[in-house]
């Protein structure tokens, strides 16, 4: 039994792009409470590497020996993996694989690859059907994404996953870089652009970075403490990411009918209120005020009438831009 968990444990390890070391997969496999010398795990994988069923390519240079999946194989098959379980996992892979770290991914790249096998070798299957039944619509202009430098999601990503400080240069738009010394915590996806959430070590103070902004990213060894009052859902909650201050407003506005009724299926928060008259729909509700705010309003034109706009706290973390 130890022997193959052993086997499994290595298995499991071994990426399918790119090479990954004997050091490499010893420190992962201590880091997970397995013990293993470098020396059992070369001998090991010498031996699976010869076995025609696990098809592991094995380079030696000479002084480092590396390990990788050929680029036909399935890796470790999964028999067990039923059907509704291959589907769940190819279709969370598709939606959610930019807001993995790539550590985990790569953790995970083994049961990916055999759920995308399981569906893709069935035809006509349910399940391969499926991914073709469903799909994600854009509900704006779609746009190409913002080109993200090589490396910055990668090191971003991973110091965040780690606890880590990372250090990057930073520019914004029309200025020179800057740079800054953050702790990471969190990430977050709008729409095509990526913005990392960070303490700036100078001031202390909570930020928002776009990725696309940040020139290089190094991560450093030292852990950090996160914030324990800190949470991602309320700072989004606070309109932090739609160009906002926090700030919440009761707004009333009249709106024709004929967009009014969207907002009676969609409403802009729970405690709106609607009072329908023969021309028009009158929309009272609690929201963030924010840049999004007044897009929402401007791209009805002369279809909507702002009544009121009144401030309900005084809350204005900073933003960094």
């Not at 696990?54 to 036909?72: A, C, V």
């Not at 993200?148 to 990503?157: H, K, L, P, Q, R």
């Not at 990057?168 to 990430?187: A, T």
């Not at 729409?191 to 190094?218: H, P, S």
Request: charged share 25%; net charge neutral.
């Amino acid at each position: 039994m130890e022997l193959a968990h052993f086997i499994i444990s290595l298995l499991q390890e071994i990426p399918y792009r790119g090479w990954i070391t004997s050091k490499e997969i010893q420190s992962r496999l201590e880091d997970k409470g397995h013990p293993y010398s470098r020396r059992q795990i070369q001998r090991r994988l010498k031996d699976i590497a010869e076995d025609c069923r696990f098809p592991i390519e094995l380079e030696n240079d000479g002084r480092t020996l590396k390990y990788k999946w050929r680029l036909d194989s399935q890796g470790m098959n999964l028999p067990g993996m039923r059907p509704q379980e291959s589907l769940l996992l190819s279709l969370a892979h598709s939606y959610l694989q930019s807001l993995l770290p790539p550590k985990l991914l790569n953790d995970l790249n083994g049961l990916l690859k055999q759920a995308d096998y399981n569906i893709g070798s069935k035809i006509n299957s349910k399940e391969n059907q499926w991914m073709s039944k469903v799909r994600f619509i854009k509900d704006s202009q779609p746009l190409l994404p913002p080109v993200i430098n090589d490396g910055v999601f990668e090191t971003v990503s991973n110091a965040l996953y780690l606890n880590k400080y990372v250090n990057i240069k930073y520019v914004k738009l029309g200025e020179l870089h800057k740079d800054y010394k953050l702790g990471p915590l969190g990430l977050a996806q709008q729409g095509q652009k990526f913005y990392l959430v960070a303490k700036d070590e100078t001031d202390n103070k909570i930020k928002t970075f776009a990725l696309q902004r940040i020139i290089e990213a190094d991560e450093s060894t030292i852990t950090f403490d996160r914030p324990e009052n800190f949470d991602l859902k309320q700072y989004d909650d606070n309109g932090r990411f739609c160009y906002g201050d926090g700030e919440k407003v009761k707004i009333t506005f009249n709106i024709t009918p004929n967009n009014g009724v969207y907002l009676l299926e969609t409403p802009l928060s729970t405690d709106q209120q609607v009072i329908k008259y023969e021309k028009y729909f009158q929309i009272t509700a609690t929201v963030v005020d924010s840049l999004h705010l007044d897009w929402f309003i401007n791209k009805y034109g002369d279809e909507i009438e702002v009544i009121s706009k009144v401030p309900i706290i005084d809350f204005k973390p900073h933003i960094q831009g």
